[in-house]
């Protein structure tokens, strides 16, 4: 059976992702997330339908390792050489680009700059996905072919309700011309045509309403998909717009947010995070991880424990970020980095008394007096980044505190490369 390449992308494009991409686009998130719905067939439809298979496969080759999983939200800005090959190779002359990004935009609801960096996106995550795919198993150009026509029965589920591909001369990457979604098997095109229709797809399934007309007239016939698609509705806008109630605590709501993760195997296994809104004294509010960085600050800071501490207290009380990565090697901060230090701004300016110093640290692995000199810049680059004058202090600690040895994996070393803040009186 093939893999339905479909969930491996769409591990790489969970909330956290729709949430920062929207952040840095200054689009709305259900702006976002309905422009992905229809960029997603399309993209994958472009790589089972490219008439390159064999340049496509030898450049997916090239991006098992050009660690574009690693900043997707990176592409959002210019094209990078790769992701424009890409491009190329599955829809061919710019004309066939231009007619999906306006659709897709004037469907969205938001504008065709924003639309052509998600396709940047969606596409650095799909080229990334089944090259470390293609890498992990091997495959050949063969297999490769026959994994990509694997993939043409999971798209025509995935086609969002209202979109057509008809128009732009690619309904027949889905198997139909003309409309938006497959007709059941057995059933009349006129019939289908005249009857209301509504896909959802949700972990890969898809579950159809479908009125059926006969000469009785039935009000239910009509009245039930209408209440349904109603129901339908209201639950995506309540998902698209949750808004937390203004109190004066620290964290007023909580979501359980599950995403999907690719093993190195090429499983897809669930991983839960609960992301939280935690309220400021101004009533301001800010989204972040249930006992991340943000919440546990913002609890601190209103403590007791806070208040009475002495300098000497509070030097060995750190909090370390939760969402701030650096490219590899380097004191560049990845641009999903940004929304965390965003919000600790956010919370110093709420907390005007409050002085922090920032501290990097680097694993053991490497030379030690480079270690140190990386730490140092990335600390510094943080308090840049943050600007902020109650930033009083930046400090590369390089592997001083590193627990786990140099010859452990990098997975095990990965608790000692942290950044972190501490509270100064």
Known sequence: MSINLIELVKSQLGPETVSQAATQ????????????????PAVIGGFSNSNAQSELFST??????????SNLLGNLGENDSLISRILSLIFGDGDKLS????????????????????????????????GRYISDSNLDLSSFGSLLSGQKGFLSALIPA?????????????GNDTETVNVPPNTPTAEAAASPKIDVNRSGATHEITSDQDSGGSIWKWLLPLLLLLLLGWFFWKQCNKKA?????????????????????????????????????????LQAYKGGIEDQIVTFLKS????????????????????????????VLTPESKVQLENLKMILTEFPDAKIKIGAYTDKKGDENTNLK????RANV?????????????EGYGSKFAKVPAEASDKERESDRKTAVRFLK
Do not use: H
């Not at 998130?29 to 997603?40: D, F």
């Not at 997916?60 to 999983?69: H, R, T």
């Not at 504008?111 to 940047?120: E, F, G, I, P, Y």
């Not at 308090?383 to 109650?390: D, F, G, H, L, V």
């Open 25 to 40: 686009l200054g689009e709305s998130e259900s702006g976002v997330s309905k422009a992905i719905s229809a960029l997603l």
């Open 60 to 69: 997916l080759k090239d991006a098992a390792s050009s660690g574009v999983l």
């Open 99 to 130: 007619a999906l990004t306006s659709s897709v935009s004037n469907f969205a609801g938001i504008s065709n700059d924003s639309t052509n960096s998600l396709l940047n996106l969606i596409t650095g995550a799909t080229a990334g996905s089944l």
């Open 162 to 174: 209202g979109f057509s591909f008809g128009t732009l001369g690619l309904g027949n990457w889905f």
């Open 245 to 285: 109630d203004t109190v004066p605590t620290a964290t007023v709501d909580s979501t359980t947010v599950v995403t999907d993760s690719t093993n190195a195997a090429g499983d897809t296994v669930a991983v839960t995070r609960e992301t939280t809104v935690v309220t400021l004294p101004s009533g301001k509010t």
């Open 304 to 331: 007791d424990e806070y208040k009475n501490a002495t300098d000497e207290q509070l030097k060995d009380r750190w909090f370390n970020f939760d969402n701030l990565n650096f490219e590899f090697g380097k004191a």
């Open 374 to 377: 990386l730490s140092g810049e």
């Open 382 to 394: 943080v308090k840049t980044s943050i600007n902020s004058p109650q930033v009083k202090e930046a």
